[in-house]
């Protein structure tokens, strides 16, 4: 009945996907307002039609329905109500009808904030989200069914993927999803641009606001990812370079580069024809994501089922490829830049060389991402580059992008003379040098670490002089202090934001190079009343415990720990799902600002006497959150509406 | 005389799409399994009736063992009456089919033969010894055995019926067990 009720919504939702993009395209060519304003009823049609769907299929989870195929895979009477909510979207069909919701909830706004404003651009901008929500819609019907049938009907499921349950599991693929899905908009309007024309800066003005929300989403899901890979996957890290994570940083490389490429645009009008090949590459590569996840191309600890899927995303992928690259080369007279670059030392080329860095870093991980493929194809041998050539390429691409964090908001336009940069760089660049003194002074040997660190103190430094220069200013006009400092942030707030942004990704920087200079591991068996030590530490196993949960059986190994002092009790686990061949470790750990410590069970004798554990103090990794915060912050300072700027 | 050259600039997507094409005649997980060209791992079990089920009794016959469980949603209940079907297509022709059960409940087991109409005899793999032996990384799984008791064939994966009778066929063309 609901497996009925939920195909024929979906069918009608893609016939209405399909109406409403033709009519919007036809209205916009035309210029027909009653067909682009039909379109738009198309679009509240598909967006009700596919939150019915969601409701539905969520219901169907909560109800145990298993007479519908996803429920029953995807779920079983054992799952607690919490993760019955999250398993909606924790396999294929689910995550394509999130994505699907998502994509006709953008629309929506889109209509909402655009309707009135950008006469020429929006029925385009309009036609091409509902033309890219068809094709989603027509994954839903054709290729990966969320409603259907299960005959017989089994009598129980087969219960959520274990690494799922977690409460990360909630909130990593919708704020991935909102940032995949986000980058459509700006995609859209460029398209509006080039098929119109009007290729100048309304498009991007129009689409700023809409970069940022995307990008901030897309931040967000890569922290919640890493943070949900360091404490349930056990294996001590936060970012592995698998091909899925790659799937997701690349358009966050090319997002990146495009939220700083447009100011130079908005700015000194040029870069029109780059800024309109980073957003059709970045959401070319949301769709690749998308296509290397469900299409079992390349295989990965994260990859979902396979199926005809992929080819039909291939062809979407391809489709827009042609059709953006097409129209880029039918304007292709229309790209010529007013502006032009007037000295190598100033804004401009700051902004250039940062771009350049973070497409050479996408284009890195995409090479790395599909040499298996490429090294099958050319020589017949499946290789894969692991995270050394990640990390070889990407650290020096990603330390230059930190130096330039500090020069590119401070230079000056078109020529930086002498004094200005004196007057920006003088104090930064010795505090950087005696931060390197210092850091050799403490003791630290590795040249990476230390010019790091010297790299993130001098890049901090400028923005301090930035935001003291600013905060004086004000004062010497008769605000006082904290009044100041508020009106700054909020004022300008796309600038501090950014600011803040900065900030936070110098905290990251500085969490991944202490994690990986100064982390230790060990592995050891300990019979019970035994103890084991590192850097410091000293664990004792107590023995095991076994638990029935609902779902899976749980060996519950406890370790007491101290450090001179007693410091708790630490109790890692292992997991028995019936459905799952071999058992989920269950990681325990305890946080620290300086270290974390961080224990997995390996295997134990039955009757409790000891014990394998894997041991890890892991260092600064905490700053790789609390940088999160900070840049999630600064973001959210970004999307604020930006005040007029009075005096 | 325009600048007809703009026109290569799409052409530069054509190489990336062509390669990730190129991606779906391979699969990644296509990684063999040792024991192919080995002997099968002997095994003893009850069926659910009751019965001994010992692999060695079948020496002579081509055997397809398969591995399932009632919760493994969709792959074993599509499969399933694949192997009934050849099952009864092949059993004069000295062919036999075994499906093994792991890590099941009794009940939830016996239902699902019941539902699905199994004839060929079913065991209950119940201390998970023996899909250990065969290396079975998740179900369902099948293993195709020849007439020496080798295993020839493992495929993971629903068996269908091209794959079940293009192996069946070739093990049965070859001379049988001296």
């Known amino acids: 009945m609901s497996a009925d009720l939920g195909y024929g919504m979906t069918l009608v939702a893609l016939a209405l996907a399909v109406y409403g993009g033709i009519a919007a395209g036809v209205g916009a060519r035309s210029g027909r307002l009653a067909l682009v304003e039909s379109a738009q009823h198309a679009a509240v049609g598909v967006f009700v039609l596919v939150t019915s769907c969601f409701a539905l299929l969520t219901y169907a989870f909560l109800t145990f329905d298993f007479s519908i195929r996803y429920v029953a895979t995807n779920t079983n009477l054992g799952t607690p109500f919490y993760y019955r909510i999250t398993a909606v979207w924790g396999a294929l069909e689910g995550s394509i009808i999130l994505w699907s919701w998502m994509l006709a909830l953008y629309t929506i706004i889109l209509i909402v904030r655009h309707r009135e404003g950008a006469r020429e651009l929006y029925p385009w901008a309009l036609a091409t989200m509902l033309g890219i929500l068809a094709f989603f819609l027509l994954v839903m019907t054709v290729a990966a069914p969320p409603f259907q049938r299960q005959v017989p009907v089994p009598p129980d499921g087969r219960g959520l993927n274990p690494l799922l349950e977690d409460t990360g599991m909630i909130t990593h693929p919708v704020a991935l999803y909102l940032g995949f899905t986000g980058f459509t908009v700006p995609f859209a309007f460029a398209m509006a641009a080039l098929i119109t024309g009007r290729i100048g800066d309304t498009w991007l003005v129009l689409t700023r606001r809409w970069t940022i929300v995307a990008w901030y989403f897309l931040s967000l899901g890569l922290l919640i990812g890493g943070w949900w890979s360091y404490h349930v996957l056990g294996w001590g890290g936060y970012w592995a370079w698998d091909p899925v994570e790659n799937a997701a940083f690349m358009p966050w490389l090319t997002g990146t580069a495009f939220l700083h490429s447009v100011m130079i645009q908005e700015r000194r009008r040029m870069l029109r024809l780059w800024n309109i090949s980073l957003v059709i590459l970045t959401f070319g590569l949301t769709l690749f994501g998308t296509f290397l996840t469900r299409s079992g191309v390349i295989a990965s600890v994260h990859a979902f089922t396979q199926g005809s899927i992929g080819i039909l995303f291939l062809g979407f992928l391809a489709l827009v490829l042609l059709t953006a690259l097409g129209l880029v080369a039918w304007r292709w007279d229309a790209f010529r830049s007013e502006g032009e670059l007037d000295s190598v030392v100033s804004r401009e080329s700051a902004f250039l060389l940062n771009n350049v860095l973070l497409v050479a870093a996408a284009f890195t991980v995409f090479f790395g991402t599909v040499f298996p493929l490429l090294s099958e194809a050319v020589r017949g041998e499946k290789v894969s580059v692991g995270a050394p050539f990640f990390n070889q390429v990407n650290v020096p691409l990603f330390l230059s992008l930190v130096f330039l964090m500090g020069v590119g908001p401070l230079i000056a336009w078109r020529r930086a003379s002498v004094d200005n940069l004196k007057r920006n760089f003088l104090w930064p660049i010795a505090l950087g040098i005696v931060a390197a003194a210092v850091a050799f002074a403490l003791g630290v040997r590795s040249f990476l670490a230390s010019l790091t660190f010297a790299t993130t103190v001098f890049v901090a430094a400028t923005i301090a002089v930035d935001f003291i220069r600013a905060t004086r200013a004000r004062l010497r006009v008769g605000e006082s202090l904290f009044p100041a400092m508020g009106g700054l942030l909020l004022r300008h707030n796309r600038r501090y934001g950014g600011f803040v942004v900065h900030l936070g990704i110098l905290i990251i920087a500085l969490g991944v190079m202490g994690s990986h200079a100064w982390s230790v591991q060990t592995e050891t068996t300990l019979h019970r009343g035994e103890t084991a030590e590192l850097a410091g530490y000293r664990f004792r196993f107590d023995g095991l415990t076994a638990v029935e949960e609902s779902n899976h059986f749980k060996v519950i190994g406890a370790f007491t720990v101290s450090n001179g002092r007693p410091l708790g009790v630490l109790r890692p686990a292992k997991k028995f799902y019936p459905q799952e061949q071999a058992p989920i470790a269950y990681v325990d750990y305890r946080l620290g600002l300086r270290e974390d410590l961080y224990l997995v069970l390996g295997d134990f004798a039955r009757d409790g006497s000891q014990a394998t554990i894997k041991l890890q103090v892991n260092r600064l990794v905490s700053w790789i959150w609390i940088g999160g915060v900070v840049l999630t912050l600064g973001a959210l300072l970004a999307i604020l509406p930006e005040r007029h700027k009075s005096a | ?178």
């Open chain 2, 1 to 178: 005389m325009k600048r007809l050259w703009r026109w290569l600039i799409p052409l530069a997507a054509v190489p990336v799409l062509a390669l990730l094409a190129y991606g779906f005649r391979v699969s990644p997980r296509d990684i063999p399994s040792p024991l192919v060209g080995r002997p099968a791992p002997a095994f003893t079990l009850a069926t659910l009736g009751g019965a001994p089920l010992d692999l060695a009794a079948y020496r002579g016959k081509v055997v397809v063992v398969n591995f399932w469980a009632s919760w493994c949603y969709p792959a074993c209940y599509e499969e399933a009456p694949v192997l009934e079907r050849n099952w009864r297509g092949y059993r004069d022709r000295g062919v036999v089919v075994m499906g093994v059960g792991i890590q099941d409940k009794r009940e939830a087991a016996e239902k699902f033969v019941g539902d699905l109409g199994l004839t060929f005899p079913v065991a209950q793999d119940l201390k998970g010894t023996v899909s250990v032996d065969y290396g079975v990384y998740g179900v369902p799984e099948t293993f195709f055995v020849d007439r020496q008791g080798r295993i020839r064939l493992k495929h993971v994966g629903a068996v269908t019926d091209e794959v079940f009778q293009t192996t069946v066929d070739r093990l049965l063309a070859e001379a049988p067990a001296q």
